[in-house]
């Protein structure tokens, strides 16, 4: 069983910047395909970005494209969202997860907070 555990989140102006990571405990990382999702207040859990487990084939939703970078040290057992010129809109609870192969995602860390303000 593998456990997440997130960091990096906090409160930023507009255009700022963050850098979350994703730190993993009792099973590497480096078999799990990885992902980065949020959840804002009163909205669904949407996924933000994934990498594969050998780092290749980023994802990035639309609305963050061009501005966040996920990316992974499996030597480190960790996993990064770089976050550049941040919106209010990405205001939400950040948060990791794990998955194998072609399965869900069925580990997830407790989530961070980013607070962009205007």
């Known amino acids: 069983q593998v456990q997440l555990v997130e960091s990096g989140g906090g409160s930023v102006q507009a255009g700022g910047s963050l850098r979350l990571s994703c730190a993993a405990s009792g099973r590497t990382l480096s078999s799990y395909h990885m992902g980065w999702f949020r959840q804002a207040p009163g909205k669904e859990r949407e996924i933000v970005a994934q990498i594969s487990s050998s780092g290749g084939s980023p994802y990035y939703a639309d609305s963050v494209k061009g501005r966040f970078t996920i990316s992974r040290d499996n030597a480190k057992n960790t996993v990064y969202l770089q976050m550049n010129s941040l919106k209010p809109e990405d205001t939400a609870v950040y948060y990791c997860?794990?998955?194998?192969?072609?399965?869900?995602?069925?580990?997830w860390g407790q989530g961070t907070q980013v607070t962009v303000s205007s």
């Open positions: 997860a794990a998955r194998l192969m072609d399965g869900p995602y069925g580990h």
